[in-house]
Protein backbone atom coordinates (compact mmCIF):
# COMPACT_ATOMS: atom_id res chain seq x y z
CA UNK A 1 0.00 0.00 0.00
CA UNK A 2 2.82 2.13 1.17
CA UNK A 3 3.37 4.73 -2.34
CA UNK A 4 6.23 6.55 -0.17
CA UNK A 5 8.65 6.13 2.20
CA UNK A 6 7.60 8.47 5.34
CA UNK A 7 9.82 8.70 8.63
CA UNK A 8 7.91 9.47 11.60
CA UNK A 9 8.46 13.52 11.45
CA UNK A 10 5.47 14.77 13.55
CA UNK A 11 6.88 17.02 16.09
CA UNK A 12 3.27 16.78 17.37
CA UNK A 13 2.76 20.56 17.73
CA UNK A 14 -0.57 20.91 15.98
CA UNK A 15 -0.19 23.77 13.90
CA UNK A 16 -2.10 21.72 11.01
CA UNK A 17 -5.01 21.02 13.28
CA UNK A 18 -5.22 25.14 13.28
CA UNK A 19 -5.09 25.45 9.66
CA UNK A 20 -7.14 22.96 9.14
CA UNK A 21 -10.77 24.42 7.33
CA UNK A 22 -12.74 21.39 8.01
CA UNK A 23 -11.84 21.33 11.72
CA UNK A 24 -13.20 24.68 12.39
CA UNK A 25 -16.98 24.30 11.32
CA UNK A 26 -17.03 20.73 12.37
CA UNK A 27 -17.04 19.90 15.73
CA UNK A 28 -17.29 16.25 15.11
CA UNK A 29 -14.09 16.13 13.33
CA UNK A 30 -10.81 14.67 15.27
CA UNK A 31 -8.17 17.01 12.70
CA UNK A 32 -5.20 16.13 10.31
CA UNK A 33 -2.98 15.48 13.17
CA UNK A 34 -5.20 12.25 14.27
CA UNK A 35 -5.84 11.09 11.22
CA UNK A 36 -3.01 12.06 9.16
CA UNK A 37 1.15 11.24 11.56
CA UNK A 38 -0.64 9.44 14.49
CA UNK A 39 -3.15 6.87 12.75
CA UNK A 40 0.05 6.43 10.03
CA UNK A 41 2.56 5.23 13.19
CA UNK A 42 -0.21 2.71 14.70
CA UNK A 43 -1.02 1.73 11.08
CA UNK A 44 3.07 0.92 10.82
CA UNK A 45 2.49 -1.13 14.18
CA UNK A 46 -0.04 -3.18 12.60
CA UNK A 47 -3.35 -1.29 12.51
CA UNK A 48 -5.58 -1.86 9.52
CA UNK A 49 -9.41 -0.11 11.32
CA UNK A 50 -9.72 3.03 9.43
CA UNK A 51 -10.94 6.04 12.02
CA UNK A 52 -14.63 7.18 12.19
CA UNK A 53 -14.59 10.77 9.99
CA UNK A 54 -11.51 10.20 8.09
CA UNK A 55 -13.77 10.28 5.02
CA UNK A 56 -14.35 14.02 5.76
CA UNK A 57 -10.88 15.71 4.78
CA UNK A 58 -11.16 17.74 1.59
CA UNK A 59 -7.54 17.30 1.05
CA UNK A 60 -7.32 20.87 0.41
CA UNK A 61 -3.97 20.37 1.68
CA UNK A 62 -3.37 23.57 4.00
CA UNK A 63 -2.25 21.13 6.73
CA UNK A 64 0.46 20.38 4.98
CA UNK A 65 1.63 24.17 4.05
CA UNK A 66 1.13 24.87 7.57
CA UNK A 67 3.58 21.66 8.85
CA UNK A 68 6.55 23.29 10.09
CA UNK A 69 8.76 20.06 9.35
CA UNK A 70 7.19 19.15 6.03
CA UNK A 71 4.87 15.73 6.87
CA UNK A 72 2.85 14.90 4.22
CA UNK A 73 -0.61 15.47 6.48
CA UNK A 74 -2.83 15.32 3.87
CA UNK A 75 -1.38 12.55 1.83
CA UNK A 76 -1.22 10.28 4.82
CA UNK A 77 -4.93 10.98 5.54
CA UNK A 78 -5.70 9.38 1.79
CA UNK A 79 -3.32 6.18 2.76
CA UNK A 80 -6.00 5.90 5.54
CA UNK A 81 -9.38 6.67 3.86
CA UNK A 82 -8.61 3.54 1.89
CA UNK A 83 -9.52 1.27 4.76
CA UNK A 84 -13.13 3.23 5.43
CA UNK A 85 -16.00 1.15 5.55
CA UNK A 86 -17.84 2.42 2.80
CA UNK A 87 -21.02 0.69 1.34
CA UNK A 88 -20.48 -0.48 -2.04
CA UNK A 89 -23.47 2.03 -3.21
CA UNK A 90 -20.95 5.05 -1.66
CA UNK A 91 -17.62 3.01 -3.59
CA UNK A 92 -19.68 3.26 -6.85
CA UNK A 93 -20.55 7.04 -6.36
CA UNK A 94 -17.21 8.15 -5.42
CA UNK A 95 -15.50 6.11 -8.30
CA UNK A 96 -18.21 7.76 -11.12
CA UNK A 97 -17.28 11.72 -9.35
CA UNK A 98 -13.72 10.57 -9.91
CA UNK A 99 -14.25 10.58 -13.26
CA UNK A 100 -16.58 13.85 -14.37
CA UNK A 101 -16.13 13.37 -18.09
CA UNK A 102 -18.44 10.25 -17.99
CA UNK A 103 -21.17 12.34 -16.31
CA UNK A 104 -20.68 15.00 -18.90
CA UNK A 105 -21.19 12.83 -22.02
CA UNK A 106 -24.21 11.12 -20.20
CA UNK A 107 -26.42 13.62 -19.62
CA UNK A 108 -29.07 11.68 -18.00
CA UNK A 109 -26.81 10.77 -14.88
CA UNK A 110 -26.20 14.88 -14.20
CA UNK A 111 -29.89 14.88 -13.04
CA UNK A 112 -29.21 12.36 -10.54
CA UNK A 113 -28.97 14.59 -7.44
CA UNK A 114 -32.31 15.27 -7.69
CA UNK A 115 -33.65 12.15 -8.96
CA UNK A 116 -31.14 9.35 -7.13
CA UNK A 117 -29.52 11.26 -4.29
CA UNK A 118 -30.54 9.22 -1.64
CA UNK A 119 -29.83 5.78 -2.87
CA UNK A 120 -26.49 7.04 -4.76
CA UNK A 121 -25.38 9.40 -1.83
CA UNK A 122 -25.20 12.62 -4.02
CA UNK A 123 -25.93 15.92 -2.43
CA UNK A 124 -29.08 16.83 -3.37
CA UNK A 125 -28.41 20.52 -2.31
CA UNK A 126 -25.31 21.51 -4.10
CA UNK A 127 -25.76 22.60 -7.68
CA UNK A 128 -24.55 20.15 -10.10
CA UNK A 129 -22.27 21.82 -13.10
CA UNK A 130 -23.78 21.85 -16.71
CA UNK A 131 -22.28 19.52 -19.72
CA UNK A 132 -20.98 22.07 -22.17
CA UNK A 133 -23.43 22.96 -24.79
CA UNK A 134 -21.42 22.02 -27.87
CA UNK A 135 -19.78 18.54 -28.62
CA UNK A 136 -16.30 20.02 -29.27
CA UNK A 137 -13.44 18.03 -31.00
CA UNK A 138 -10.73 18.24 -28.25
CA UNK A 139 -8.26 16.08 -30.52
CA UNK A 140 -4.93 16.77 -31.25
CA UNK A 141 -5.97 20.62 -32.91
CA UNK A 142 -3.03 23.24 -33.41
CA UNK A 143 -4.01 26.91 -33.99
CA UNK A 144 -4.27 28.18 -37.23
CA UNK A 145 -1.60 30.71 -36.44
CA UNK A 146 2.19 29.73 -36.65
CA UNK A 147 4.94 31.00 -34.62
CA UNK A 148 8.02 28.98 -34.86
CA UNK A 149 9.38 27.23 -31.97
CA UNK A 150 6.17 28.52 -30.01
CA UNK A 151 3.53 25.87 -29.27
CA UNK A 152 2.33 25.30 -25.96
CA UNK A 153 0.34 22.52 -24.54
CA UNK A 154 -3.66 23.03 -22.79
CA UNK A 155 -3.80 20.14 -20.66
CA UNK A 156 -8.07 20.00 -20.99
CA UNK A 157 -8.44 18.49 -17.57
CA UNK A 158 -11.64 15.88 -17.51
CA UNK A 159 -14.10 19.10 -15.84
CA UNK A 160 -13.21 21.34 -18.09
CA UNK A 161 -13.64 18.82 -20.60
CA UNK A 162 -16.84 18.06 -20.35
CA UNK A 163 -18.43 20.87 -18.61
CA UNK A 164 -16.13 24.05 -19.07
CA UNK A 165 -15.43 24.26 -22.56
CA UNK A 166 -16.03 28.35 -22.43
CA UNK A 167 -12.73 28.61 -20.39
CA UNK A 168 -10.61 26.34 -23.01
CA UNK A 169 -12.01 28.77 -25.52
CA UNK A 170 -11.19 31.56 -23.36
CA UNK A 171 -7.63 30.52 -22.84
CA UNK A 172 -6.77 29.04 -26.26
CA UNK A 173 -7.36 33.22 -27.05
CA UNK A 174 -5.52 34.63 -24.70
CA UNK A 175 -2.45 32.33 -25.71
CA UNK A 176 -3.00 32.90 -28.90
CA UNK A 177 -2.87 36.83 -28.75
CA UNK A 178 0.20 36.26 -26.52
CA UNK A 179 1.78 34.44 -29.75
CA UNK A 180 1.73 30.74 -29.05
CA UNK A 181 -0.18 28.09 -31.15
CA UNK A 182 -1.66 25.82 -28.81
CA UNK A 183 -2.40 21.75 -28.87
CA UNK A 184 -4.84 20.53 -26.18
CA UNK A 185 -3.40 17.40 -24.49
CA UNK A 186 -4.53 15.15 -23.81
CA UNK A 187 -6.42 13.23 -27.01
CA UNK A 188 -8.21 11.31 -25.45
CA UNK A 189 -10.67 12.18 -22.10
CA UNK A 190 -7.81 11.37 -19.54
CA UNK A 191 -7.93 12.32 -15.78
CA UNK A 192 -5.00 13.04 -14.02
CA UNK A 193 -5.83 11.03 -10.97
CA UNK A 194 -6.82 13.91 -8.68
CA UNK A 195 -9.93 13.24 -7.67
CA UNK A 196 -9.39 9.34 -7.23
CA UNK A 197 -6.58 10.49 -4.90
CA UNK A 198 -8.37 12.95 -3.03
CA UNK A 199 -11.32 10.31 -2.41
CA UNK A 200 -8.59 7.30 -1.44
CA UNK A 201 -8.62 5.53 -4.81
CA UNK A 202 -5.43 5.75 -4.54
CA UNK A 203 -4.85 2.62 -6.42
CA UNK A 204 -7.51 3.77 -9.28
CA UNK A 205 -4.93 7.60 -9.24
CA UNK A 206 -1.95 5.29 -9.75
CA UNK A 207 -3.63 3.74 -12.76
CA UNK A 208 -5.52 6.44 -14.51
CA UNK A 209 -1.96 8.83 -13.81
CA UNK A 210 -0.13 6.58 -15.94
CA UNK A 211 -2.38 6.24 -19.03
CA UNK A 212 -2.41 10.02 -18.85
CA UNK A 213 1.49 10.54 -18.60
CA UNK A 214 1.84 8.29 -21.09
CA UNK A 215 -0.81 9.75 -23.51
CA UNK A 216 1.18 13.09 -22.65
CA UNK A 217 4.45 11.75 -23.90
CA UNK A 218 3.81 10.83 -26.51
CA UNK A 219 2.82 14.82 -27.40
CA UNK A 220 5.27 16.94 -25.51
CA UNK A 221 8.07 16.63 -27.69
CA UNK A 222 7.81 19.62 -29.62
CA UNK A 223 6.02 21.86 -26.71
CA UNK A 224 7.92 24.73 -24.71
CA UNK A 225 5.23 23.95 -21.95
CA UNK A 226 2.05 22.47 -21.01
CA UNK A 227 -0.06 25.00 -19.29
CA UNK A 228 -2.73 23.91 -16.79
CA UNK A 229 -6.15 25.81 -16.38
CA UNK A 230 -7.44 24.02 -12.91
CA UNK A 231 -5.05 24.66 -10.26
CA UNK A 232 -5.79 20.32 -8.28
CA UNK A 233 -4.49 19.13 -12.24
CA UNK A 234 -1.30 21.30 -11.75
CA UNK A 235 -0.29 20.71 -8.53
CA UNK A 236 -0.86 16.82 -9.61
CA UNK A 237 1.07 16.71 -12.25
CA UNK A 238 4.01 18.97 -11.28
CA UNK A 239 4.25 17.49 -7.85
CA UNK A 240 2.49 14.60 -7.10
CA UNK A 241 3.11 12.75 -10.31
CA UNK A 242 6.75 11.91 -9.76
CA UNK A 243 6.42 12.49 -5.88
CA UNK A 244 4.47 9.59 -5.06
CA UNK A 245 4.31 7.70 -8.78
CA UNK A 246 7.69 8.16 -10.30
CA UNK A 247 5.89 10.24 -13.05
CA UNK A 248 7.79 12.64 -15.14
CA UNK A 249 7.25 15.00 -18.12
CA UNK A 250 9.73 16.50 -20.31
CA UNK A 251 8.41 20.07 -20.42
CA UNK A 252 7.48 22.69 -17.73
CA UNK A 253 4.23 22.84 -16.34
CA UNK A 254 2.68 25.84 -15.48
CA UNK A 255 -0.83 27.29 -14.07
CA UNK A 256 -1.74 29.41 -16.77
CA UNK A 257 -2.39 32.43 -14.56
CA UNK A 258 1.56 32.07 -14.05
CA UNK A 259 2.46 31.89 -17.60
CA UNK A 260 0.41 34.43 -18.49
CA UNK A 261 2.40 36.25 -16.15
CA UNK A 262 5.69 35.25 -16.97
CA UNK A 263 4.74 36.42 -20.95
CA UNK A 264 2.51 38.96 -21.30
CA UNK A 265 4.13 42.49 -22.21
CA UNK A 266 2.80 45.85 -20.72
CA UNK A 267 0.68 46.72 -23.70
CA UNK A 268 -1.45 43.42 -23.02
CA UNK A 269 -2.52 44.30 -19.45
CA UNK A 270 -2.49 47.88 -20.20
CA UNK A 271 -5.44 47.21 -22.71
CA UNK A 272 -7.14 45.09 -20.48
CA UNK A 273 -7.08 48.16 -17.95
CA UNK A 274 -8.65 50.04 -20.41
CA UNK A 275 -11.73 48.19 -20.39
CA UNK A 276 -14.31 48.63 -17.65
CA UNK A 277 -14.92 46.36 -15.11
CA UNK A 278 -18.07 44.91 -13.92
CA UNK A 279 -17.95 45.44 -10.53
CA UNK A 280 -15.16 44.66 -7.32
CA UNK A 281 -13.08 41.63 -8.69
CA UNK A 282 -12.37 39.02 -5.63
CA UNK A 283 -9.76 36.32 -6.38
CA UNK A 284 -9.93 33.16 -4.72
CA UNK A 285 -6.69 30.84 -5.21
CA UNK A 286 -7.56 27.31 -5.31
CA UNK A 287 -6.34 25.33 -1.33
CA UNK A 288 -4.24 23.62 -3.57
CA UNK A 289 -3.01 26.65 -5.40
CA UNK A 290 -2.48 28.38 -1.96
CA UNK A 291 -0.49 25.22 -0.88
CA UNK A 292 1.80 25.24 -3.52
CA UNK A 293 2.24 28.63 -4.98
CA UNK A 294 0.90 30.73 -2.42
CA UNK A 295 -2.14 33.51 -2.05
CA UNK A 296 -0.73 36.20 -4.44
CA UNK A 297 -0.21 35.20 -8.10
CA UNK A 298 -3.35 35.20 -9.14
CA UNK A 299 -4.14 38.19 -7.25
CA UNK A 300 -1.36 39.73 -9.23
CA UNK A 301 -2.25 38.68 -12.67
CA UNK A 302 -5.82 40.56 -11.61
CA UNK A 303 -4.13 43.50 -10.36
CA UNK A 304 -1.87 44.51 -13.25
CA UNK A 305 -5.31 43.41 -15.15
CA UNK A 306 -7.53 45.90 -13.52
CA UNK A 307 -7.75 49.50 -13.02
CA UNK A 308 -9.71 49.48 -10.10
CA UNK A 309 -7.77 46.64 -8.61
CA UNK A 310 -9.11 43.08 -6.83
CA UNK A 311 -9.53 41.86 -3.68
CA UNK A 312 -8.49 38.51 -1.98
CA UNK A 313 -11.63 36.91 -0.79
CA UNK A 314 -10.73 36.18 2.81
CA UNK A 315 -11.81 32.63 3.39
CA UNK A 316 -9.40 29.12 3.30
CA UNK A 317 -11.47 26.06 1.59
CA UNK A 318 -14.50 27.26 -0.21
CA UNK A 319 -16.00 23.63 0.12
CA UNK A 320 -16.05 22.55 -3.14
CA UNK A 321 -12.75 20.75 -3.01
CA UNK A 322 -13.30 18.75 -6.00
CA UNK A 323 -16.17 16.37 -5.73
CA UNK A 324 -16.11 16.99 -2.23
CA UNK A 325 -19.42 19.00 -2.50
CA UNK A 326 -20.90 16.55 -4.21
CA UNK A 327 -21.25 13.92 -1.61
CA UNK A 328 -24.56 13.86 1.07
CA UNK A 329 -22.46 13.16 3.99
CA UNK A 330 -20.48 16.42 3.28
CA UNK A 331 -23.36 18.80 1.79
CA UNK A 332 -23.58 20.93 5.24
CA UNK A 333 -19.68 21.06 5.69
CA UNK A 334 -19.06 21.87 2.35
CA UNK A 335 -21.81 24.52 3.33
CA UNK A 336 -20.52 26.01 6.16
CA UNK A 337 -17.22 26.76 4.28
CA UNK A 338 -18.52 28.16 1.56
CA UNK A 339 -20.69 30.48 3.43
CA UNK A 340 -17.85 32.74 4.45
CA UNK A 341 -17.27 33.28 1.28
CA UNK A 342 -20.75 34.93 1.28
CA UNK A 343 -20.01 37.03 4.15
CA UNK A 344 -16.59 38.10 3.14
CA UNK A 345 -18.06 40.50 0.19
CA UNK A 346 -19.23 43.58 0.88
CA UNK A 347 -19.56 45.15 -2.30
CA UNK A 348 -21.47 43.75 -5.64
CA UNK A 349 -18.68 42.23 -7.99
CA UNK A 350 -17.31 39.09 -9.66
CA UNK A 351 -15.38 36.03 -8.33
CA UNK A 352 -11.87 35.02 -10.47
CA UNK A 353 -11.05 31.43 -9.31
CA UNK A 354 -8.81 28.73 -10.76
CA UNK A 355 -10.66 26.19 -10.43
CA UNK A 356 -14.36 24.92 -11.98
CA UNK A 357 -15.70 23.73 -9.00
CA UNK A 358 -15.01 26.63 -6.67
CA UNK A 359 -16.49 28.80 -9.34
CA UNK A 360 -20.21 26.63 -9.21
CA UNK A 361 -19.88 26.22 -5.34
CA UNK A 362 -19.18 29.80 -4.85
CA UNK A 363 -21.10 31.20 -7.09
CA UNK A 364 -24.22 28.95 -5.56
CA UNK A 365 -23.52 30.38 -1.90
CA UNK A 366 -22.32 33.77 -2.76
CA UNK A 367 -25.06 34.66 -5.78
CA UNK A 368 -22.50 36.35 -8.10
CA UNK A 369 -20.63 35.45 -11.12
CA UNK A 370 -17.48 33.24 -10.80
CA UNK A 371 -14.97 32.48 -12.91
CA UNK A 372 -11.95 31.42 -14.53
CA UNK A 373 -9.71 34.31 -14.76
CA UNK A 374 -9.30 33.43 -18.63
CA UNK A 375 -12.65 33.63 -19.07
CA UNK A 376 -12.86 37.48 -17.36
CA UNK A 377 -9.75 38.52 -19.33
CA UNK A 378 -10.68 36.90 -23.01
CA UNK A 379 -14.43 38.81 -22.31
CA UNK A 380 -12.56 42.14 -21.23
CA UNK A 381 -10.49 42.04 -24.45
CA UNK A 382 -13.28 40.97 -26.91
CA UNK A 383 -16.13 43.15 -24.98
CA UNK A 384 -18.74 40.55 -24.47
CA UNK A 385 -21.11 39.70 -22.72
CA UNK A 386 -19.33 35.70 -22.27
CA UNK A 387 -20.36 35.89 -18.24
CA UNK A 388 -23.54 36.67 -18.19
Given at each position: ?137 Y ?9 D???V ?26 G ?98 Q ?23 V ?64 G ?13 L ?7
Open positions: MRRFEYEDACIKCSICVTACPVYRVDQQFPGPKALGPDWYRRHQAGEQKAMEHVIDCTFCQLCEEACPVDVPIAHLIAEHKQFANQSPRLKLRDYLLTHPQWLAMAPSLVKAPKQLGVPLGVSAKTQWPTPSPTKRNRHQSTRRHYGRTGIYVDCFTRGFDSETLLAATAILQRLFNTVNLPTASHCCGAAAYASGLIGEAERTAKVTHRALRRMTSQLEAIVTLNATCDDTLRVEWPRYFGLTLSVPVTPFVEFVLANANPSFFAELRSRPSGVLYTHATCRSKAAKGEGTLFSLQQASEQGPRILEISCCGAAGSYAFKSEHTEVARALGGRAARAIDEPGMILTDSGTCAIHLEELTYRSVHPARWMQSQSSTEVLQ
